[in-house]
């Protein structure tokens, strides 16, 4: 390992092999923490280059808990967070609607690290219970269309260097591989990056593996669609940008906020759910969800998708897809 870090502080790239061996070997557990540390120090100041970023993700794939889901075909939505603009919990949002919409939902996810309130913990705040038992999560796909798969509890490399991304506090390379490893490899993918050079690095390797996806970039540095200046979306053969929704409005940051703590956050998905959050919310949640359903439904308009969602939205049922307090 020692070899590995004299080499990227000279300035030098991992070959896509020598990545995946370092992902191994922090996954078996045989690189000690400051040298794991130092890595993430190191890739994160100067960027990912597609090649290591290609290795890491193999080595996760190849070392996660497997998962096979019975579906015809499913939808990740989550992004790498990182942004640092504490908007609520966007994707969470747009997957449970989805769900709500009829379609299989099997969103990968983690703990906010270098933010308060990732996915998994507003999740755990709602009464969530992860679990690996693949008859349990095909139970909840069937009965509501959506099953959460923990990211620590698939990925031993992840579950390994979660108390040190914790503790530097920063995003790091790993909220860049996140979306890339989602164990039960479904069918289509909603993702975002906050940079765009990720984005387009996302591109090319979801290509093979995804029947369908939208890569997005706020030009502002966000990782969902927020209607807050530009979003760039990247798709199979697409490159679009949206500048404001279907209505004409344009956001203010203050108006997407995520709250102060994982209770407020979930108070907020909760009300979004239900139909009784603010316009701004569901405006954003219904551009988020219509970007979803045309990777489903190739043939609808970014318009005509995102009304049907807003509907959707409005109406409150996916409330009942959240536990019962």
Known sequence: MKTILTSLLAGNQLSVDEAKETMLRIGH???PDEQIVSLMTVLQFRGLHIHELTGFRDALLELATPVQLEADATIDVCGTGGDGKNTFNIST??????????YKVV?????GVSSFCGSSTVLETLGYRFTTDPDELQRQLDSTNICFLHAPLFHPALKRVAPLRKALGIPTF???????VNPARPTYQLTGTHSLELAKQYRHLLRPHRKAFHVLHGLEGFDE???LGATRILGLETDTIIDRSPQGQLFSLASLDGGRNPLEAATILRNILSGKGTEEQHTVVAG???LGLQLFHPELTFESAFYRAYDHIRNGSAIHLLPQS
């Open 225 to 227: 669609l927020t209607f």
């Open 93 to 102: 949002c747009t997957a449970f609607v989805l769900a709500d919409m009829g």
């Open 174 to 180: 790993f909220n860049g591989i996140g979306p890339l």
């Open 288 to 290: 988020n969800t219509a």
């Open 29 to 31: 557990d045989s690189i």
């Open 107 to 111: 969103k990968h996810g983690n703990y």
